[in-house]
T-cell receptor, first 114, second 115 residues
């Protein structure tokens, strides 16, 4: 089975830094994705990790430790518009028939306050 | 153009109706997906198409019938739905899979209500 856990909710202050954790236990691992989803909107891609280490992209960074089954998304210089749900998704295996199968975590609702 | 479009935005249907959801992308992606998302829950994969062929069916009830008429279009035909099928239906597309990242681009979704 697949088990991907994230905190349900987090609150942070504008201008601060927040770290959203994701732990996973999946039948296989071929990459981890982070998506942002504002209420009533489509998820949008933020980052991808397949090797251990940190990937940095502007105000967003994502870290992966495959041996620990652990990832985090780091958001710096928080802005009000960062209030959204953040979804961690694991690709357990490569599809032989084509396409990518993603299993999403429960999502973390981030609220940014003044 | 990195847009996936979906129509309609909202749909209300009775349990005896037949309707279709449509999805279109012009990014040259050869993999397309249908997801179902309930309120405050993550998206759940329903179907994957690769090169217009069904690659994955996640044990979805037969009242949902996908169709991929060409590389840009993806349909989801609905009939005899139940109230518990009410949800946001998301379409996504990506470059063909494999070891590369090939993130999925999502459409805005169709909000479906079954009465």
């Amino acid at each position: 089975g697949q088990n991907i856990d994230q905190p349900t909710e987090m609150t942070a202050t504008e201008g601060a830094i927040v770290q959203i954790n994701c732990t996973y236990q999946t039948s296989g691992f071929n990459g981890l994705f982070w998506y942002q989803q504002h209420a009533g909107e489509a998820p949008t891609f933020l980052s991808y990790n397949v090797l251990d280490g940190l990937e940095e992209k502007g105000r967003f960074s994502s870290f992966l430790s495959r041996s620990k089954g652990y990832s985090y998304l780091l958001l710096k210089e928080l802005q009000m518009k960062d209030s959204a749900s953040y979804l961690c998704a694991v690709r357990p295996y490569i599809l032989t028939g084509g396409g990518n199968k993603l299993t999403f975590g429960t999502g973390t609702q981030l609220k940014v306050e003044l | 153009d990195t847009e996936v479009t979906q129509t309609p935005k909202h749909l209300v249907m009775g349990m005896t109706n037949k309707k279709s959801l449509k999805c279109e992308q012009h990014m040259g992606h050869r993999a397309m997906y249908w997801y179902k998302q309930k309120a405050k829950k993550p998206p759940e994969l329903m179907f994957v198409y690769s090169y217009e062929k069904l690659s994955i069916n996640e044990s979805v009830p037969s009242r949902f019938s996908p169709e991929c008429p060409n590389s840009s279009l993806l349909n989801l035909h609905l009939h005899a739905l139940q109230p518990e099928d009410s949800a946001l239906y998301l379409c996504a597309s990506s470059r063909e899979g494999g070891k590369d990242s090939y993130e999925q681009y999502f459409g805005p979704g169709t909000r479906l209500t079954v009465t």
